[in-house]
């Protein structure tokens, strides 16, 4: 199985996602040759036919589709829809890391559980067969706009005890 999906990416969505004509009529848009499968309401595979189509689209972060930013991951055989992001819920991302016109730093907005540790570092890296997985780096995250919450009491500003 893991051959057959050599070219196939996992895309993600935070919302229910469109209909699949119009994930399909976006495909047809961008010139990429691929089968478009549907996982479940938020999960939905793409197979590409050739490294030409697939190698432009597995580089990208995220694909936008009527609105909804689809998380694109390289599929493995350990895949699990459920999967929690070590930080929070990605949500956004900037132009700059976008259009990675930024390249010394990634902005993310994420939406983030306030009554769990907030991590200081995440390793970030890529897994791919043409590379070793010794390019994983630690890098260290810093939050913006977090607001004051009272883990004792769950309730914002009250730092109360």
Not at 119 to 145: A, R, W
Request: charged share 30%; hydrophobic share 35%.
């Amino acid at each position: 199985m893991a051959a057959e999906c050599e070219h196939t990416l996992v895309d993600r969505l935070l919302k229910p996602r469109p209909q699949i004509n119009c994930i399909r009529s976006n495909f047809k848009e961008m010139i990429y040759v691929t089968k478009i499968g549907v996982y479940d309401n938020y999960n939905v595979f793409l197979d590409f036919t050739n490294d030409d189509d697939f190698n432009p689209t597995r580089y990208k972060c995220i694909i936008d589709i009527e609105g909804q930013q689809m998380w694109l991951q390289k599929w493995s055989p350990d895949f699990k829809e459920k999967e929690d992001f070590s930080i929070g819920t990605p949500l956004e991302m900037d132009l700059a890391t976008i259009g990675r016109t930024r390249p010394s730093m990634a902005k993310v907005r994420v939406e983030i559980d306030l009554i769990k540790p907030q991590l200081d570092s995440v390793y970030v890296g890529l897994t791919h067969k043409n590379f070793p997985q010794t390019g994983f780096m630690q890098e260290k995250i810093e939050y913006e706009g977090v607001p004051k919450y009272c883990k004792y009491c769950k309730k914002k500003k009250n730092m109360g005890i």
